[in-house]
């Protein structure tokens, strides 16, 4: 049997329940991933599963890799049986983003959070948005096998949506790249291009999503890091960025590929203006991070 039937078998026994009918054909649909399949097929092993949100257009949920459960008071239950590190790696689990308190007003609100497969205290904003549900996401599969056409139809790879974005500003011979015109936490391909600039995850599957920092916006990307590829060499350039687990470290390679400048971003947790110089810098690399790695903005000969 497919884990579409398995599935199948446990909405039949009224282990998985919906709060919207559309949720039923995105669970059994080609929009989401078998990672994230597996896992709710296995939670509704555990407990009955009342599933409020599979696919919208941010965060994981925009790739077809989160869904949320609104029966929140199963987490006493639940959560101690897959928020731990085995169960988080055996899953796959990217997070789990629950208030605890809900559960027991004794317990610490981040009990059972993880975040980028390991153990995270979300902010209070975050946890107070994840009192009436609880969250889990997937890591993105290594090898994809699964056609999404609703996050192709909403996000072109290749292509930075045209609906949220302004284009560069041009100035005195220079073109700014920045990321404030998209709204927090909104997903981008592994692989776009803003203004002949393109930005690609390293890893190819990588995380690359618009959030706000530091008082500022901008493209934040996972342990995988960034790749920005130019549109044409350039011998200097302005970047705003900085890491908010670590310190990142930015990589300068010419056409050839050859490294010629390596310069790390830090202290950690603060955005900072690097000037940075290098004869004919064709591309950029940004790892490191912890995976709270952020670019802002590019400034770069026009």
């Not at 790879?157 to 100035?171: D, E, F, I, Y």
């Not at 391909?189 to 530091?214: C, K, Q, W």
């Amino acid at each position: 049997m497919s884990i579409v039937d398995d599935l199948k078998g446990q909405i039949s026994k009224n282990r998985i329940i919906f709060d919207k009918a559309e949720l039923k054909d995105q669970l059994l649909g080609e929009d989401v991933t078998e990672e994230l399949q597996a896992l709710v097929h296995h939670l509704s092993t555990l407990e009955k599963l009342r599933l409020s949100s599979i696919i919208r257009e941010e965060g994981h949920h925009g790739s077809g890799r989160a869904f949320d459960i609104g029966n929140e008071e199963i987490a006493r239950t639940i959560l101690p049986k897959v928020a731990s590190v085995a169960e988080v790696t055996r899953w796959k689990i990217d997070e789990i983003i629950f208030d605890a308190s809900k559960a027991d007003s004794s317990y610490d609100r981040n009990k059972w959070n993880f975040d980028i497969g390991v153990k995270h205290n979300f902010d209070d904003a975050t946890l107070n948005a994840h009192s009436d549900h609880i969250h889990f996401s997937l890591k993105a599969p290594a090898n994809p096998t699964k056609t999404r056409a609703l996050v192709r139809a909403l996000r072109p790879l290749g292509h930075a949506s045209t609906a949220t974005a302004a284009p560069p500003t041009r100035a005195g011979g220079l073109m700014l790249l920045d990321f404030r015109t998209y709204p927090d936490n909104y997903v981008m391909p592994a692989d776009f291009a803003i203004a002949g600039v393109g930005f690609e995850s390293i890893s190819g599957n990588g995380r690359l999503m618009v959030n706000n920092t530091a008082n500022d916006r901008g493209l934040q990307f996972d342990a995988s890091g960034l790749r920005v590829v130019l549109c044409r060499p350039v011998n200097g350039l302005l970047l705003n960025a900085g890491g908010f687990a670590g310190a990142i470290t930015v990589t300068a390679l010419d056409s050839s590929g050859a490294v010629i400048h390596q310069q790390v971003i830090k202290p950690a947790n603060v955005l900072i203006r690097i000037l940075l110089n290098a004869p004919n810098m064709r591309t950029l690399e940004f790892t490191g991070g912890g995976g709270e790695g952020i670019l802002v903005e590019i400034v770069l000969p026009d």
